[in-house]
Nanobody, 121 residues
């Protein structure tokens, strides 16, 4: 059993900052990548940022230069630092981990429960 537990989001004014954290626990053999996605009503879940084990990171164009993703591999955590937030960043944010639960497992995606981030204008 794998669990991803996210920190609470919140309400912030445009131009403000917010930090989201996520911790993975349970039966984990290895983690391929950890990242954040977001979803607004009526839309598909979209990638915000991902950190691949080994160092590579990738960001959505809309957040480049404003958001920063980091990982603590020993603690199995991922953090998303969000600066200069805009009303368009309002969404439910989901933590994602692509991992193997056992040495013989195929890498699979696991998701957190989601946390609301609201940016007021």
């Amino acid at each position: 059993q794998v669990q991803l537990v996210e920190s609470a989001g919140g309400l912030v004014q445009a131009g403000g900052s917010l930090r989201l954290s996520c911790a993975a626990s349970g039966s984990i053999f290895s983690i391929t990548a950890m990242g954040w996605y977001r979803q607004t009503p009526g839309n598909q879940r979209e990638l915000v940022a991902v950190s691949v084990t080994g160092g590579a990171t990738n960001y959505a164009d809309s957040v480049k230069g404003r958001f920063s993703i980091s990982r603590d591999n020993a603690k199995k955590t991922v953090t998303l630092q969000m600066n200069n937030l805009k009303p368009d960043d309002t969404a439910v944010y989901y933590c994602n981990a692509n991992l193997k639960s056992h040495w013989y497992s195929t890498p699979s995606d696991y998701w957190g429960q989601g946390t609301q981030v609201t940016v007021s204008s």
